[in-house]
Protein backbone atom coordinates (compact mmCIF):
# COMPACT_ATOMS: atom_id res chain seq x y z
CA UNK A 1 0.00 0.00 0.00
CA UNK A 2 1.03 3.01 -0.79
CA UNK A 3 -0.35 7.10 -1.20
CA UNK A 4 1.74 9.56 -3.07
CA UNK A 5 1.91 12.96 -2.91
CA UNK A 6 2.26 15.51 -5.05
CA UNK A 7 5.07 17.85 -4.90
CA UNK A 8 5.65 21.16 -3.07
CA UNK A 9 3.91 24.08 -3.79
CA UNK A 10 4.46 27.89 -3.78
CA UNK A 11 1.53 30.26 -4.00
CA UNK A 12 1.08 33.93 -3.59
CA UNK A 13 -2.08 35.00 -0.90
CA UNK A 14 -5.14 35.02 -2.57
CA UNK A 15 -4.59 32.19 -5.04
CA UNK A 16 -5.57 28.47 -5.24
CA UNK A 17 -3.93 25.34 -4.44
CA UNK A 18 -4.16 21.94 -5.12
CA UNK A 19 -2.48 18.53 -3.87
CA UNK A 20 -3.03 15.22 -5.20
CA UNK A 21 -2.43 11.77 -3.27
CA UNK A 22 -2.39 9.19 -5.20
CA UNK A 23 -3.35 5.59 -3.72
CA UNK A 24 -2.19 2.27 -4.73
CA UNK A 25 -1.67 -1.26 -3.67
CA UNK A 26 -5.29 -2.08 -2.45
CA UNK A 27 -8.86 -1.33 -3.18
CA UNK A 28 -9.18 2.16 -3.97
CA UNK A 29 -12.69 2.74 -3.25
CA UNK A 30 -12.73 0.67 0.22
CA UNK A 31 -11.23 3.36 2.48
CA UNK A 32 -11.74 6.80 3.37
CA UNK A 33 -8.97 9.23 2.49
CA UNK A 34 -8.77 11.95 5.32
CA UNK A 35 -7.10 14.93 5.10
CA UNK A 36 -4.74 16.93 7.79
CA UNK A 37 -2.18 19.83 8.08
CA UNK A 38 0.63 20.83 10.16
CA UNK A 39 1.51 24.57 9.88
CA UNK A 40 4.85 25.40 11.39
CA UNK A 41 5.64 25.04 15.25
CA UNK A 42 1.81 22.77 15.62
CA UNK A 43 0.18 19.88 15.72
CA UNK A 44 -1.89 17.99 13.02
CA UNK A 45 -4.90 19.35 12.20
CA UNK A 46 -8.08 17.48 10.83
CA UNK A 47 -9.61 18.83 7.40
CA UNK A 48 -11.40 16.46 6.79
CA UNK A 49 -12.67 13.24 4.88
CA UNK A 50 -13.40 11.78 1.75
CA UNK A 51 -15.35 8.46 1.22
CA UNK A 52 -13.75 7.40 -3.04
CA UNK A 53 -16.59 5.11 -3.20
CA UNK A 54 -19.17 7.83 -3.90
CA UNK A 55 -17.55 10.95 -3.77
CA UNK A 56 -19.06 11.74 -0.27
CA UNK A 57 -17.13 14.43 1.54
CA UNK A 58 -16.99 15.83 5.21
CA UNK A 59 -15.19 19.13 6.15
CA UNK A 60 -13.52 20.32 9.67
CA UNK A 61 -15.75 23.64 10.16
CA UNK A 62 -13.01 25.51 9.92
CA UNK A 63 -12.51 24.72 6.38
CA UNK A 64 -15.96 24.35 4.86
CA UNK A 65 -16.53 26.42 2.12
CA UNK A 66 -12.46 27.34 1.53
CA UNK A 67 -11.91 23.32 0.68
CA UNK A 68 -12.63 20.92 -1.72
CA UNK A 69 -11.71 17.08 -1.61
CA UNK A 70 -12.66 15.59 -4.83
CA UNK A 71 -11.79 12.05 -6.12
CA UNK A 72 -10.81 10.55 -9.28
CA UNK A 73 -11.36 6.41 -9.17
CA UNK A 74 -9.98 5.95 -13.11
CA UNK A 75 -6.26 6.92 -11.25
CA UNK A 76 -6.88 6.51 -7.43
CA UNK A 77 -6.27 9.56 -6.91
CA UNK A 78 -7.93 12.40 -4.50
CA UNK A 79 -6.95 15.67 -4.13
CA UNK A 80 -7.84 18.52 -1.73
CA UNK A 81 -8.19 21.93 -3.41
CA UNK A 82 -7.45 25.56 -0.90
CA UNK A 83 -9.11 28.59 -2.24
CA UNK A 84 -8.24 32.13 -0.86
CA UNK A 85 -4.77 31.05 0.49
CA UNK A 86 -3.31 33.03 3.03
CA UNK A 87 -0.06 32.69 4.77
CA UNK A 88 -1.58 30.94 7.77
CA UNK A 89 -2.54 28.62 5.43
CA UNK A 90 1.58 27.43 5.22
CA UNK A 91 2.29 24.13 6.18
CA UNK A 92 2.34 20.27 5.20
CA UNK A 93 -0.49 18.67 4.16
CA UNK A 94 -1.13 15.02 4.52
CA UNK A 95 -3.20 12.54 3.38
CA UNK A 96 -3.94 9.43 5.32
CA UNK A 97 -6.19 6.41 4.99
CA UNK A 98 -8.50 5.66 7.71
CA UNK A 99 -8.96 2.42 9.62
CA UNK A 100 -12.76 1.43 8.93
CA UNK A 101 -14.63 1.82 12.77
CA UNK A 102 -11.91 4.05 14.09
CA UNK A 103 -10.44 7.17 13.93
CA UNK A 104 -6.69 5.79 13.25
CA UNK A 105 -4.84 5.51 9.89
CA UNK A 106 -2.77 2.63 8.55
CA UNK A 107 -1.16 4.64 5.74
CA UNK A 108 0.15 7.84 4.95
CA UNK A 109 1.33 9.92 2.22
CA UNK A 110 5.13 11.47 2.60
CA UNK A 111 3.60 15.19 2.95
CA UNK A 112 3.43 18.17 0.95
CA UNK A 113 4.66 21.40 1.72
CA UNK A 114 2.38 24.39 0.97
CA UNK A 115 4.08 27.69 1.26
CA UNK A 116 1.58 31.20 0.71
CA UNK A 117 3.88 34.33 0.13
CA UNK A 118 3.97 37.45 -1.74
Known amino acids: VQLVQSGAELRNPGASGKVSCKASGYTFTSYYIDWMRQAPGQGLEWMGRIDPAYGGTRYAQEFQGRVTFTADTSTSTVYVELNSLRSEDTGVYYC????????????WGQGTQVTVSS
Open 96 to 107: ARKVPGSWSYDY
